[in-house]
């Protein structure tokens, strides 16, 4: 059976098992949008050069994105074919501009945009989001075969969804897994993707609000909103040497209030909640396969940890077990796959 897909030329899009794209300047961008292959243009916003870093897998049936960017970018669909697009933004903000209005995906909300009504996308400088990217009858066949009722057209699903609902967190975690599982395959498997789309779509399906049924939570208090920008701030800034004093003038606060803050809504002081984000970092790139040229040591002094004895002790007081461990079975999953 013919698909849109089929009529695309390869430089418009193809399917790629693995794909890794890193643009640091407008030639590159440039080059990119006429040779990348995938279903979006980019672009940058500001005056200063482009810093944007792209980790994916696509596929007609499925595509994953790790996607991060110092200087923000801009994306708009190059064609109609009816996809749809889960993303998780893990720092900084997305703001969907579509037919009917504009949305906002952040860490505390998740974003669903079908590309039919996606005009363009705006992501923020200091951006990080895990993404997927699936055909809208996927979505439709799953919702059949949940109520038992014969398809009857794509469910009426909220565009954002928060992530404190039931159901988010295990969603996110799936995307960000398969995600990286499948950047350590070397080929994909048409059999077992099908697979794959079919159970991420019950999944997604348990998990996300429909417009019947969602109620928005309420809007952040003024105090939440300081929170949140000290967060964007800190997540911004992960890999430099981060002073309170300027975290607390980015929310507009002084050092006394961000601590109060911190302790009171997360409990835990700000410079406790910087190193569990920064050995939580350290943690993913210890996972992924982009990084295994890298050693134990670089990875903890690229996340401010200098001392190897100290980046152990608080590794495993978090995790569970040492790097090494961690590197391990990262490698034991490899060795798994290229047997």
Partial sequence: ????????EPDT?????????????????????????????????????????????????????DTRSRSGFVTKP??????????????????????NGET???????????FDELREVRASSAISAVSATFPAHALVLASAALTG????????LEPVADMNRPGMAALFCTVRSVQRRLQTIKQQSDLWLPLLQEVMSYQLLSAWPTRAAFTMAPPLDTASRQLQLAIDYIEANLQTALILADVAASAGISVRSLQIKFKRELGR????????????????????AAAVERSIGAIARTWGF????DFGQRYRRQFGCTPSQTRSTTARGRLRVTE
């Fill in 269 to 288: 002081t700000p410079v406790q909640f910087i190193i569990e984000r920064r050995l939580t970092r350290a943690h993913e790139d210890l996972l992924s």
């Fill in 104 to 114: 906002v995906a952040s860490s505390l909300i998740a974003a669903l945009t079908g």
């Fill in 149 to 156: 009722d014969g398809p009857s057209g794509l469910p009426a």
């Fill in 1 to 8: 059976m013919m698909t849109e897909y089929d009529s695309l």
């Fill in 13 to 65: 899009w193809r399917p790629q098992a693995r794909f890794r794209a890193a643009i640091d300047s407008l030639h590159q961008l440039r080059a990119f949008n006429e040779k990348g292959g995938i279903a979006v243009f980019l672009d940058v916003t500001r005056a200063s050069p482009p810093d944007i870093e792209i980790l994916g897998s696509q596929t007609r049936i499925l595509s994953f994105w």
């Fill in 306 to 309: 200098l001392h190897a004895g």
């Fill in 78 to 99: 190059k064609f109609s074919a009816g996809l749809l697009t889960l993303r998780f933004v893990t720092s900084g903000q997305i703001s969907y501009l579509h037919r």
